[in-house]
């Protein structure tokens, strides 16, 4: 790939796949499966249909799916007719849905059976995958549909939360989607040899990413949904699975999984983890029990990734997130802040100019962690300077579940922080104080904080305070709440 190249497209990588092996497995999942031909002819049709439906180059496709075939085919389908992929969580409930649909946009939407009823009225048509889908590619052109577009062109709206407590967008451009690939196959070694187990969501910049890095490089992608660990385990095994890619709270359920120390895991070359922190506990049992073949990888949906530690260099800096990776440069601010910068990192937080120039310092981008190098050049992640919890790999935003419990009626302040867990690496932990004369109890809050948003972020556990702590500035002490929470 020329980086200079004007007329560049994402999906360029599955045409080429297609004509070199058209025969071989491209994806499957359960009993159904494509070849590179069968994919690729599916994906030009679905691009001519969505064009026939008057979407443009550039006009943004909501798709609101599970981790199924169609959502691959659907991002490929939308870069190739040079429309903007917009993936939301199949998990988010009917308000943070609704934001993102009024954020975005959509000309069109995507969706299923069993998430048509969260969506709000749009103006342009609402694609279901059990009515619509296939009798739309049946009628469709399977003639390339491929249409090179300006590298800066947007491939994808990413989905994330926001500090505001909303979520925001993400936008990333062929040029970034296009130079992650490379930088993929450069450090972990994918190639048309590879069979990758995607059981991440799709959703989320980590799965998406590597499925369709996998595809474009030529390797065969199967689809297993809702994390499993035993049917995880038994699929590597059959399957014999080569690239895996995990978050540490699934690391961590597979190691608690009777018979993993003779499990056949020995087709795996690489199993990722990422998304945060893997504790040294959680990393010896995976090195004894499962794979000595274990990447330990910071990164960001916005940025793709920033550094990496290979096996081989586990023993002597395996506390380190490891060294940069290949085409990005790394720094530390005056206040070890990490700064990283390259061609794959995000285009801006879409329509939100606010959140985007707070993120970047010139052409650095900031993903709000701490940091120092070792005298090797190893960078080690020492704190964060933004509140952001992830909890079991997944990002949730302080703000967002405080804004959530602010909505019910009883609660007069509340303060929502990360509290270290063995199992999901930090567990939403929420202080309240209720209004004078109101009552609820924790399982009241935590059932309201479900009812609005997404499972995942609702609190663990509320703790009630008569009054929440205060610094001398008036701010709620997140610190000393951190503290009580440990206790």
């Known amino acids: 790939m020329d980086p200079a190249q004007s007329a560049w497209n994402v999906a360029h990588g599955l045409v080429w796949a297609a004509r070199r092996e058209p025969g071989k497995l491209a994806v499957r999942q359960g009993r159904r499966a494509l070849s590179y031909r069968a994919l690729d002819e599916r994906v030009n049709r679905l691009a001519h249909a969505l064009a026939g439906l008057g979407l443009r180059p550039g006009d943004r496709l909501l798709l609101l799916l599970a981790d199924r075939l169609e959502h691959l085919e659907a991002l490929l389908a939308a870069a190739k007719a040079g429309i903007v992929a917009a993936p939301v969580d199949h998990r988010w409930r009917p308000d943070e849905i609704r934001h993102a649909v009024d954020l975005y946009e959509p000309r069109a939407v995507l969706c299923e059976e069993a998430t048509r009823p969260l969506l709000p009225a749009i103006d342009g048509p609402r694609l279901c995958l059990e009515a619509d ?7 469709a052109d399977a003639g390339e549909a491929l249409r090179p577009v300006p590298m800066e062109a947007p491939f994808v709206i990413g989905c994330t939360s926001g500090t505001s407590g909303l979520p925001k967008g993400i936008v990333l451009s062929h040029r970034s989607m296009l130079w992650r690939m490379p930088i993929y196959a450069f450090d972990f070694g994918i190639g048309p040899a590879d069979t ?9 910049g980590g799965g998406r990413a590597f499925a369709l890095a996998h595809l474009i490089r030529g390797g065969t992608v199967l689809i297993d949904p809702d994390f499993d660990p035993e049917r995880t385990l038994a699929t590597i095994a059959r399957e014999r699975i080569t690239t895996c890619f995990t978050v540490p709270t699934m690391l961590r359920r597979l190691l608690a999984t009777p018979g993993v120390a003779t499990a056949e895991t020995s087709s795996l070359r690489c199993l990722i983890s990422s998304g945060a922190a893997l504790p040294a506990e959680t990393r010896r049992g995976v090195l004894e029990q499962v794979t000595p073949n274990l990447y330990q990888f910071y990164s960001s949906t916005e940025s793709g990734g920033i550094t990496v530690l290979p096996p081989w260099l586990e023993a002597a800096k395996g506390d380190s997130v490891g060294l940069s990776v290949f085409g990005k440069e790394l720094r530390l601010g005056e206040e070890g802040e990490i700064l990283s910068r390259g061609p794959a990192l995000m285009t801006e937080y879409f329509r939100n100019p606010e959140a ?24 080690y992640i020492v704190g964060r300077r933004k509140e952001m919890i992830i909890t079991g790999g997944l990002n949730v935003y302080p703000a967002e579940v405080e804004r959530v419990l602010y909505m019910h009626p009883a609660v007069q302040e509340a303060a929502v922080v990360g509290c270290p867990d063995p199992e999901w690496g930090e567990a939403v932990t929420a202080f309240v104080q209720l209004r004078p004369g109101h009552h609820a109890s924790a399982a009241d809050l935590i059932e309201h904080c479900r009812a609005h948003m997404a499972s995942y972020k609702k609190p663990r556990a509320v703790e009630f305070l008569a009054v929440l702590p205060r610094t001398t500035s008036g701010k709620i002490a997140r610190q000393a709440l951190m503290r009580w929470a440990v206790r």
Request: charged fraction near 20%; glycine fraction near 10%; proline fraction near 5%.
């Open 133 to 139: 889908y296939e009798a739309l590619l049946a009628r």
């Open 356 to 379: 985007t120039a707070a993120a970047f310092h010139g052409d650095w981008f900031c993903p709000g962690d701490l940091g120092r190098f070792d005298e090797d050049g190893f960078l």
């Open 196 to 204: 990758f187990l995607s059981n991440t969501p799709l959703a989320q």
